[in-house]
């Protein structure tokens, strides 16, 4: 719908101009009226779709006698628009009221008009008829003095000055009718039967205590002539003290400011008032509206020059004319900086400005180049970039040194490849290849050769950089020297071996009455057997069938201290570490056979159960022992206490899950304290008299180790258990899942029948 139809006014309409007529009492060269207009012209352009006409006259009844003027004023309006009327009266007053209303009731009748009225008086709508609009505007004469007080709290005398017109005396029976609320607190003065000369020479000489606050002067006393805003002019720049007023033009001559009336802001109320009546609206359904609202206003330079702190100007207040901080007035200057400089040198030298640029642009290069260098060096970080459609490396110094290369050599990527050990070459290479052909970033440890044959271990972070075809255009990363690192863990694995092999090396110290009971039986049926055989030699006829059977006893009783020997030896023997496939159930037999006598003494019952199915777990066989033998003898050491009848061990090896084969021992002693569940895994930590309090920590790192996890629990009909898992040897596993429990052959039962 077109804003012609949706208004009611015809398409032939749209075509017309609309015919604006701006009355005002005022003189055009009044800043006052010309902001006003110039703003309500804008609107009314802009609000409506068909061309507008705007016609002006003014009065200029602040400067001449309006009694005389206003007859010839009348007869000209009206001879000049009788045969082309306006479409609309736009009337901006401030005293002639009684001239608008005489022409909107006997000449213009059926022309609405909207009526902007400066003015501090009553005004009767009675005498204008019921086709008119707008808002009557009061200054802030009180707001203004209250203002005085607030910024110069040490003023005790504020001088009034204005005109003698009706329209200066209007504004200053306002101030008078204001200023009595001040009473008691500030002596206000009115210079008002003054020429102006004489107030330039007034206001030269008043006291600091004192504060000037200018209305209107559009004519003295002695009856000569002014724009306001020229005569604001010069008493702001005679007085010896700041200068107050309440309308805008007095600002932007020095004045302080003010509550000051926005004559922009009139003249867009004006323009909407007008652009909804040319739309189509009615002039009588908008009542005339009555307007306080002002600003407070400041010239920041006058608070500067008069050393009024900033901090006291009410919120909201607008500062005119502020000089910007440097960074305000020159931050583009400086954030653009040498951008900007080169750009205008390179307009007058052009060549030599070029060959400027490029000398900075080297130098910060070799600025940043040498603070990388510094920071890559701190850290001991090697960098690196190889740029793939020329082949170039660039590495710096630090990777040099680690690579071994002289700091002035030149090489390409094979010589640094060539620098990773042999061992190592085909994984990084294929870390590198696969990840950074997608810009994914690649990591991975490996040893380096040096010349001289030293070797050190680096971590190699890095990534791809890809092109917008998603072609791999360049690699970068950074090269960490892990070698002292890696040097202290190679010491901690050593010490750490060393400390596993003396927990079993005091193990085997804590079986040394079993062990020596275990040997005991064959030596001792050795010797009977042998002393056997030599009667049977001296007996006539020599008994060979009998002395056959001796002999084999002998081999077998021979052979059962061997094994002992064979199982002792493998278990305190020191090997570099050897992980293989291994059958659990075979190490937890060989642990039974080891602690044999042990049980015996201490009269524990120990049973071995399995799920079905072989058990073979990834792993290294001594140090799985190792956990073994250290958990059955503290399970032995945790039924002291108990009745001989009670002391059951029970060993159990079944799945746990897809991946993993679990041990629990289980005992039937007093079990253990809540708070040390944990506690009894920490170095040094030991329930036994004589233990170090190294054998469950070390267990659960051999554990941890192995890919598994060692955990206490006690049971809930007494006594504790202890659970290990470790990785299955997944290329011999078959079918793997959840088999019943069974007890296996009377050998895997020790200690008591």
Same mark, same amino acid.
């Given at each position: ?6 208004? *009611? ?10 015919? &604006? ?66 479409? +609309? ?122 504060? /000037? ?13 002014? &724009? ?41 109320? /004006? ?18 509206? #009555? ?69 900075? &642009? ?47 050599? /030149? ?27 997608? *810009? ?7 040893? #380096? ?134 059958? +659990? ?26 799920? @079905? ?9 001594? @140090?799985?022992?190792?956990?073994? #033998?250290?958990? +059955? ?76 996890? +060692?955990?206490?629990? !006690? !049971? ?9 898992? &470790?990785? /299955? ?25």
């Amino acid at each position: 719908m077109s804003l012609a139809t949706a208004t *009611g006014v015809n398409a032939a309409d749209v075509e017309r101009a609309r015919r &604006v007529l701006i009355l005002s009492d005022q003189s055009s060269v009044m800043p006052g009226v010309s902001t006003v207009q110039r703003n309500a012209e804008s609107v009314i352009r802009t609000a409506l779709q068909w061309r507008v006409e705007f016609n002006a006259e003014y009065l200029d009844a602040g400067r001449y006698p309006q009694e005389k003027l206003s007859p010839l004023f009348l007869n000209y309006v009206r001879e000049k628009y009788a045969s082309h009327p306006p479409d +609309l009266i736009v009337a901006l007053c401030t005293v002639s009221f009684d001239l608008l209303a005489e022409l909107a009731k006997t000449d213009f009748p059926s022309v609405p008009i909207v009526l902007m009225g400066l003015t501090e008086g009553e005004v009767s709508l009675e005498k204008f008829g019921p086709n008119v609009t707008g808002f009557i505007q009061r200054s802030d004469m009180l707001g203004t003095m209250e203002l005085i007080l607030k910024l110069q709290p040490e003023v005790r005398r504020i001088v009034v000055i204005g005109g003698t017109t009706p329209f200066d005396k209007a504004y200053l029976n306002r101030v008078r009718e204001d200023a009595r609320s001040l009473e008691g607190r500030v002596a206000v003065e009115f210079w008002t039967d003054r020429s102006l000369a004489e107030l330039e020479k007034d206001v030269s000489s008043l006291d600091r205590d004192t504060a /000037v606050f200018y209305t209107t002067i559009f004519r003295d006393s002695t009856g000569e002539s002014f &724009v306001p805003v020229e005569a604001a002019q010069r008493i702001v720049d005679r007085a010896s003290v700041p200068v107050y007023g309440f309308f805008e033009g007095i600002v932007k001559v020095g004045a302080v400011g003010g509550s000051v009336i926005q004559f922009e802001t009139i003249g867009k109320k /004006v323009g909407e008032f007008a652009g909804r009546i040319l739309q189509g609206g009615s002039a009588n359904s908008n009542p005339l509206e #009555l307007h306080k609202d002002a600003l407070p206003v400041f010239n920041w330079t006058a608070l500067h020059r008069w050393g009024i702190d900033e901090n006291r100007l009410p919120p909201g207040s607008v500062l005119e004319f502020r000089t910007p901080s440097a960074w305000e007035k020159y931050r583009w200057y400086l954030l653009a900086g040498l951008a900007i400089i080169t750009f205008q040198t390179a307009l007058i030298i052009g060549l030599f400005v070029q060959r400027s640029r490029f000398r900075k &642009v080297e130098r910060s290069l070799r600025e940043s180049h040498n603070l990388i260098e510094l920071a890559s060096g701190a850290g001991h970080l090697g960098l690196w970039v190889r740029d793939l459609p020329s082949g170039e490396v660039w590495a710096n110094r630090t990777l040099r040194t680690i690579l071994g290369f002289k700091e002035e050599a /030149v090489f390409q990527i094979d010589d640094l490849y060539g620098r990773i050990h042999p061992g190592d070459r085909d994984r990084a290479l294929a870390a590198i290849t696969a990840a950074a052909g997608n *810009g994914q970033l690649f990591e991975f440890e490996c040893r #380096l050769s040096r010349p001289g044959g030293t070797e050190r271990w680096v971590l190699v972070k890095g990534k791809g950089v890809l092109d917008s075809q998603g072609r791999l255009i360049r690699t970068q990363g950074v090269v960490v020297d892990k070698t002292a690192s890696k040097q202290t863990e190679l010491q901690a694995d050593r010490q750490r071996e060393e400390l596993t092999h003396i927990q079993r090396i005091s193990t085997m110290g804590e079986l040394a009455a079993s062990l020596a009971h275990e040997l005991n039986q064959p030596l001792t049926a050795i010797l009977s057997n042998a002393q056997a055989a030599q009667r049977f030699l001296l007996a006539n006829p020599a008994d060979m069938e009998t002395l056959q059977e001796i002999l084999r006893d002998i081999i077998e009783d021979n052979s059962r201290a061997s094994e002992v020997i064979r199982r002792l030896r493998s278990l305190v023997r020191k090997e570099a570490h050897e992980y293989a496939a291994l059958d +659990l159930a075979g190490i937890v037999r060989n642990v039974m056979l080891l602690v044999q006598s042990d049980a015996v003494l201490h009269n524990v019952n120990v049973s071995l159960l399995c799920s @079905q199915g072989p058990h073979h777990a990834w792993g290294d066989k001594v @140090q799985l022992t190792q956990v073994v #033998l250290n958990l +059955l003898l503290n399970a032995f050491d945790s039924m002291k206490d108990i009745p001989a009848d009670e002391r059951r061990v029970v060993v159990r090896i079944e799945q746990n899950g897809p991946h993993r084969v679990k041990v629990t021992v289980s005992d039937r002693g007093h079990g253990l304290p809540g708070d040390r569940l944990e506690k009894i895994f920490e170095p040094f930590y030991t329930t036994k008299p004589d233990g170090m309090g190294m054998g469950l920590t070390i267990s659960r790192s051999i554990i941890e180790a192995h890919g598994g996890r +060692l955990w206490a629990e !006690n !049971n809930p009909d007494g006594g504790a258990t202890f659970n290990f898992t &470790v990785r /299955v040897d997944r290329r011999r596993t078959g079918r793997v899942g959840s088999q019943p429990l069974r007890e296996l052959e009377k050998s895997d039962h020790l200690g008591q029948p």
